[in-house]
């Protein structure tokens, strides 16, 4: 019985190494592959305490090998929510992207501890779910689970918590994004996110993405490398 069980452990260590293989060399096709893309965002908050809205409509572009920008084309609502927290986020996102930065962000296993959870469905696709929690502390970084595609090894869905609280006055933050697949390629379809505040109470922000257009090539491009 002990044998047994040692062996099916064993066995599903391999299963997460070969994942996590799989995992790195998707993600480095598609840094070397994606040529570049854009899209149409739309940032909304709601604060429920002061009963506060705030909206950005951008425009966010991609260039390899991970930079972004951003172009506001309409905004709405609290012009202090707008500056103080949806522009922020913009540029964190900035941040995230520049080349001194961005290795460290990747969710990949040397950034992160993975445990393999087991399967399920994701949009009528099969999925690993995999439990992450980060080697280091960086305010990118997340703990939580992630659903990796089986077929290709894109991350499909994300479940999780900042892995470093961005301040002592926000507490319980979490975070649920779930992406949309284009050709061989997962990129964001939304993110919701929900925080409480001792200052500023219940605040939710919802990052719909919409409109992309892909380089030419950078789908059937990351398709041959794999």
């Known amino acids: ?27 480095r096709a598609m840094s070397a592959s994606l040529e570049g893309y854009s899209c149409v965002r739309r940032y909304a908050l709601v604060n429920q305490r002061f009963r506060k809205k705030a909206e950005l409509n951008v425009r966010m572009t991609y260039e390899a090998p991970g930079h972004k920008k951003f172009e506001v084309l309409s905004e709405a609502g609290s012009a202090v929510l707008r500056q103080k927290v949806l522009r922020p986020m913009l540029d964190a996102e900035t941040e995230a992207g520049r080349d001194d930065v961005r290795p460290h962000t990747r969710i990949v296993a040397s950034n992160y501890q993975f445990k393999l959870l087991g399967e399920q469905l994701q949009q009528g696709r099969r999925a690993y779910v995999l439990e992450v929690s980060p080697k280091t502390r960086n305010k990118f970084l997340i703990r939580g689970r992630v659903w990796v595609d089986a077929e290709n090894f894109g991350i499909i869905r994300v479940e999780a918590a900042p892995a470093q609280n961005p301040s002592i006055f926000i507490h319980d933050t979490r975070i649920v994004q779930q992406s949309s ?9 939304f993110n919701h996110s929900n925080t409480d505040s001792f200052l500023f109470g219940h605040t939710e922000v919802t990052i719909d993405s919409s409109d992309y257009k892909i380089s030419e090539g950078s789908v059937h491009t990351l398709d041959t490398a794999r």
């Open 1 to 27: 019985m002990v044998a047994a069980g040692l062996c099916c452990a064993l066995s599903f260590g391999a299963q997460l190494d070969d994942i996590l293989h799989q995992m790195e060399e998707h993600d």
């Open 181 to 189: 697949r284009h050709g061989e390629i997962w990129l964001p379809l």
